[in-house]
């Protein structure tokens, strides 16, 4: 079945750029999302379309795909930003859906 | 507001039934697919299963996790969407989301708050 692959725990320093990435197959015929969740709260779609902000997330927020990866990447990050980001494609299989396990990102 | 609420989870014992609800305000319900999507605890996110508008026959897919087991349904009259989950599993305990499509893509910018499942003995 098809999976995407993303680091367990991303860390870095406040004011810092962090990056996430995503591993898959064929990604050059699927678009990658991305969603933030803080603890204790709901997703939120923060890029959409391999690189698209949706309204009113932050520019901080970019999205790219280059080969079988697409990256997430916030600049300046905050201590606001600690949060779970999770990749997700639409494959067309009997699990039309996949989520990436999810990368924990901690802003020392 | 545009908002989605959910209710109905609970404890239910394995082999029982329960049937979530979500009710949607802000935004034109009837326009848009709809999804449920659970989040195990301490777990990563796992779609369950979508509903597509009337425009689409108001057409269902599921995972295969929940296939023949779960059914999606909804009532755009009362701007609610339902997950009617039967033969439950201690595996199906979660945070159930109703989440909202945006161009009928599998792309969710609209997300309830979650309720809470848990199948136990």
């Known amino acids: 079945s098809y999976a995407l692959v993303q680091p367990p725990s991303v860390a870095v320093a406040p004011g810092t750029s962090a990056r996430i990435t995503c591993g898959g197959n064929?990604?050059?015929?699927?678009?990658v999302h991305w969603y933030q969740q803080k603890p204790g709260q709901a997703p939120v779609l923060v890029i959409h379309y391999d690189s698209d902000r949706p309204s009113g997330i932050p520019e901080r927020f970019s999205g790219s795909k280059s080969g079988n990866t697409a990256t997430l990447t916030i600049t300046r990050v905050e201590v606001g930003d600690e949060a779970d980001y999770y990749c997700?494609?639409?494959?067309?299989?009997?699990?039309?859906?996949?989520f990436g396990g999810g990368t924990k990102l901690t802003v020392l | 507001e545009v908002q989605l609420v959910e209710s109905g989870g609970g404890l239910v014992q394995p082999g029982g039934s329960l049937r979530l609800s979500c009710v949607a305000s802000g935004f034109t319900f009837s326009d848009h697919y709809m999804d449920w999507v659970r989040q195990a605890p301490g777990k990563g996110l796992e779609w369950v299963g979508r509903i597509r508008n009337k425009a689409n026959s108001h057409n269902t897919e599921y995972a295969a996790s929940v296939k023949g087991r779960f059914i999606i349904s909804r009532d755009d009259s009362q701007r609610s969407l339902f997950l009617q989950m039967n033969s439950l599993k201690t595996e199906d305990t979660a945070l159930y989301y109703c989440a909202r499509e945006d161009n009928a893509n599998f792309v969710w910018g609209l997300w309830g708050q979650g309720t809470l499942v848990t199948v136990s003995s």
């Open positions: 064929n990604f050059e015929t699927k678009s």
């Open positions: 997700q494609v639409w494959e067309s299989s009997d699990n039309p859906v996949v």
